[in-house]
């Protein structure tokens, strides 16, 4: 199938909760949507659509502004939804997006949130449930950092930074008003910034590693920020307005400032054992600035990547299989009005992709209909593969080498000396024939290509040097002895030639495409052809020509009239069999018998496979439904009770899960009667059974570790219960052992950040039981809750007094320390935290927000714990950065001082 996705450029009501829970797999009623893409590529992974399980992946392409990040991220929205286990992993995979957004995507004049790289999200499941995932990154438009045409800007991280951050930790990372920078990073971006810092959280950043980046990127900006002036010898200068940047710069990358300004201002090679210095000229020194951050940034976007892979990889065995769906988002054709190195990368890659959808969409399928003795009237389409390969060459399509990076390579390897001009001269003369190039007679070395989507003009200006994109030793020997481990790890690390960071050295000659490419074809391809319906960006308006370019009609067309499910005999046989001999029926049955027995038209039937149009897969999935209902009803009859047992055992445990949702508490089973809990003097809180005794008892700080609110009696009394019972000593011993770890790890980990002034909040019920929980629970007004560690695992549960019953919410911990609610997209640094922010914002499903704690009888001091900020992360160098601040405040006062 090929979703026609077209922008609308506004809001509609299409994306909502009951758009999302049909079952687009059952109904084939149902029009058009990119969740049926979702719903259509997670079943047949499960092979539950008529076809064997197998890897899949949707090829989402269009030109830019089309709708493709934004069709990216409703796949993922909704394939989460459908193996939604409740688990933390799928809010941390959405939470990936905004995080790669920010760092990845800027304003372009075609669209305001471009993605400036390509991705290829893999998820990976284990039987229905996710179980990771993997993001690879293509070709970041690095150059942006320091250069944006007009109409263009920087990266939205900067923006987002420089407008969102708190005013100590402006302080603490040494920035300054979004004016002060030379790189245009004036708009702002406030509320984007937590989003950012959230996502990160909850992906699982660690906080210090989040300072160190941050000070990274506010390392950049003053590097923008350095500028030269020739002396009466050789030598260049850092300008006297600029030396504050320079120490600021030094300070922020963590490494000397002497070190920095010699690697700004000259090279230094080796030849023959001797070390030769050779200095720059202005422009020198001005572009090693700027190639510093172009790579900078790029390491640590590749790091960003590279970081969320580690989190989000898959925590299973290595011999558990694992299926996958891939979602392929790449930037969107462009034409600027000069377009560079990047453009005809991004384009070519585009151009890459249209190969792999006409040789899916019409090569194999018409060639397969030749072979296969189908009747068929032939549809032309416009091939591209002239524009991209090698002429003549019969490598499978992976292999195949594009002839501009060929002829780039070569030139890189053959003639290190040769210039831009040379290239393009290159390219004219190996190409002046061909109908996809045009020569143009110019000074600047331009040449036109003309691809599947139109002309487009190139500079070939800086192609040879950002083809190399390498740095000089000396600058990456000064990173990777930064203080600040990341930047020496993000240096130490090499990158492949699509710009990703690998830990280890890439494998030399890595075609990272082509590897993509190998991925792609052996999984079923799913396609999503987005379109942009006019070029000002405006709602309710179609331009006429956009129908009928990129091939759309005869994609139509070939859609229409083709068959798009084409299963081999044996493929088709293998499901439909296979099924039907669980249940004893039609063992030997050929595919002509089996559909013989439906009533599907429209099928044909080549030599060695099966023809079906769209609708058939959905319609045998659903009478292979019916007849495996039909085989139990057999089953049952000819005495495999056991079958019939296990099936009704299932449906109960369903309707039991249905009925009672996905937080509530299991159905109470008969108990015997306790004894009430009796107050323990000393001990705060958690056992104590009115409001009035439930205050804290504020004790002198040094004691709070002691005083925590544990080891009740109730405890106690549960434990003494299974002693008694057969292996209940057992039992009991593993109990306590459990709870004595979890106490333990409470004590050393926790306590500090859950005291406030000196006591722990009157919400805080220590270790207390569910049942103790509910029954503080009973009298209490909606929206009462406490908060309880878990008996037998280092965690806490939200206990809340809905509408009708109390609701148990467990709150994770993640590795990084922060805490979120089971399914909530939001990270805290503390309880507390937690608790405020959903005083305000509703937990999700019912929205319910935290109103009253449980045994609040007196209002909090506000004061502020002195052990948060003992516990903040600072940047490596943090007080070199102050100085240098000082140093840069004081020039700027100086010079208006002399202004006045
Ligand atoms: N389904 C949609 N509903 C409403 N608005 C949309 C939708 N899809 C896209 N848009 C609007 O169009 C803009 C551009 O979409 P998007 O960023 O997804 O384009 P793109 O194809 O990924 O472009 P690029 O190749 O430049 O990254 C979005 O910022 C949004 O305003």
């Known amino acids: 199938d090929i979703l026609v996705a077209i922008n609308p450029f506004k809001y509609l009501p299409l994306y909502e909760k009951e758009v999302k829970s049909y079952k687009y797999h059952e109904k084939t009623k149902l029009p058009p949507h990119i969740f049926a893409v979702a719903d259509r590529a997670y079943q047949s992974m499960l092979g539950r659509l008529a076809t064997g399980p197998r890897n899949q992946c949707i090829v989402i392409s269009g030109e830019s502004g089309a709708g493709k990040t934004e069709s990216t ?160 010898t050789d030598a260049l200068r850092v300008t006297d307005k600029s030396m504050g940047w320079l120490k600021a710069t030094a300070g922020q990358f963590g490494v000397q400032e002497e070190e920095l300004l010699r690697s700004l201002t000259c090279t230094l090679s080796v030849m023959r054992g001797e070390a030769i210095r050779r200095l720059h000229n202005q422009q020198q020194a001005e572009d090693a600035r700027d190639s510093i951050a172009k790579v900078a940034y790029g390491r640590v976007f590749g790091w960003i990547v590279s970081k969320v892979n580690e989190l989000l990889a898959p925590n299973v065995d290595f011999d558990v299989e694992l299926s996958e769906i891939g979602i392929l988002d790449i930037f969107g054709f462009e034409n600027f009005a000069v377009n560079r190195f990047e453009q005809l990368c991004i384009n070519l890659a585009n151009e890459q992709l249209q190969y792999f959808f006409n040789h899916h969409i019409f090569l194999m399928e018409q060639n397969e209909y030749k072979e296969e003795g189908i009747e068929w009237e032939s549809i032309s389409f416009k091939d591209n593969k002239p524009i991209l390969f090698l002429g003549g060459n019969d490598l499978p399509l992976h292999l195949c080498l594009n002839v501009y990076v060929f002829i780039l390579i ?103 495409l082509a590897v993509l490419m190998e991925k792609m074809f052996v999984a079923s391809p799913h396609f999503v052809r987005c379109i942009k319906p006019n070029g000002r960006k405006l709602p309710d308006q179609v331009d006429n020509k956009i129908l009928r370019y990129n091939g759309l009609l005869e994609t139509i067309r070939i859609r229409r009239d083709g068959f798009s499910w084409r299963p081999s005999f044996k493929e088709f046989t293998f499901v439909h069999l296979m099924k039907c001999t669980l249940c004893g029926w039609c063992l030997f049955f050929s595919c002509m018998s089996i559909l013989n027995t439906t009533e599907i038209h429209g099928w ?168 103790q929980a509910e029954d503080l629970m009973k009298d209490k007004p909606v929206g009462c809750f406490l908060i309880r560690v878990g008996q037998s695992r280092e965690g806490y549960t939200l206990t809340y007094k809905g509408a009708n019953r109390s609701r148990h919410f467990m709150i994770e911990m993640q590795s990084n320390g922060k805490y979120v609610i089971l399914g909530e997209d939001k990270a805290h640094p503390s309880l507390p935290d937690l608790v405020q922010h959903h005083s305000q914002v509703g937990i999700k499903p019912f929205n319910e927000l935290l109103s009253t704690p449980c045994g609040q009888v007196k209002e909090e001091e506000e004061e502020e714990d002195e052990t948060d900020h003992k516990s903040r992360s600072f940047p490596r160098l943090y007080p070199s950065i102050r100085l240098a601040m000082r140093e840069i405040q004081q020039v700027r006062g100086n010079d208006k001082e002399r202004e006045e």
């Not at 920010?102 to 305001?112: C, I, K, L, S, Y």
């Not at 790890?489 to 960071?501: C, E, H, M, P, V």
């Open 73 to 232: 991220k409703l796949l993922l929205r909704q394939i989460m939804e459908l193996c939604r286990a409740n688990s933390q992993l799928e809010q941390q995979i959405l939470q990936v997006n905004p995080l790669l957004e920010a760092f990845g995507n800027a304003q372009t004049v075609m669209n305001d949130n471009s993605s400036r790289f390509g991705k290829y999200i893999q998820l990976r499941f284990h039987n229905s449930s996710v179980k990771g995932a993997k993001i690879n990154e293509y070709l970041l438009e690095k150059s942006r950092v320091v250069h944006q045409d007009e109409g263009e800007r920087n990266f939205h991280i900067f923006y987002c930074m420089l407008a969102g951050i708190s005013p100590e930790d402006k302080d603490m990372y040494g920035l300054l008003n979004p004016t002060q920078y030379r790189w245009d990073i004036v708009r702002k971006w406030g509320e984007k910034y937590s989003e950012v810092c959230n996502a990160m959280d909850m992906v699982g950043f660690e906080e210090q590693e989040k300072v160190d980046m941050m000070t990274i990127l506010a390392g950049i900006l003053s590097l923008g920020n350095i500028m030269f002036e020739p002396t009466e």
């Open 410 to 512: 070569s030139f890189h390897y053959l003639c290190p000396q040769a210039s831009d001009r040379d290239f393009v001269d290159k390219l004219n003369s190996k190409f002046k024939s061909s109908p996809h190039y045009e020569v143009v007679r110019s000074h600047s070395p331009l040449f036109t290509v003309v691809h599947y989507a139109g002309k487009v003009q190139y500079n070939g200006l800086g192609f040879l040097e950002k083809n190399r994109d390498t740095i000089p030793a000396s600058i990456r020997s000064l990173f990777i002895n930064s203080v600040t481990p990341l930047l020496s790890l993000l240096f130490a690390a090499t990158i492949s030639r699509t710009g990703t960071l690998m830990p280890r050295k890439a494998k030399v000659g890595t075609h990272s």
């Open 604 to 771: 044909k039937c080549g030599s060695s496979r099966m023809f079906f149009k769209y609708w058939h897969q959905e319609e045998l999935a659903r009478l292979l439904e019916r007849l495996g209902k039909a085989a139990l009803v057999i089953q049952k009859g000819k005495g495999h009770k056991l079958y019939a047992v296990l099936i009704c055992v299932c449906v109960c445990v369903c309707v039991c899960v249905c009925v009672s949702g996905p937080f509530s508490p299991p159905v109470p089973l008969p108990r015997k009667k306790k004894p009430q809990p009796q107050p323990r003097s000393t001990l705060p809180t958690a056992t104590l059974p009115t409001a009035t005794h439930l205050a804290p008892v504020p004790r002198p700080r040094s004691k709070q570790f002691e005083a925590t609110p544990f080891d009740n009696l109730e405890v106690h009394i549960e434990l003494a219960e299974l002693v008694g019972q057969v292996g209940g000593e057992e039992r009991a011993r593993e109990r306590s052992k459990k709870r004595k770890n979890t106490i333990r790890w409470f004590k050393e980990t926790q306590a500090r950040k859950v005291v406030h002034n000196g006591a722990f909040p009157c919400w805080f019920h220590g270790m207390i039981t569910r049942r």
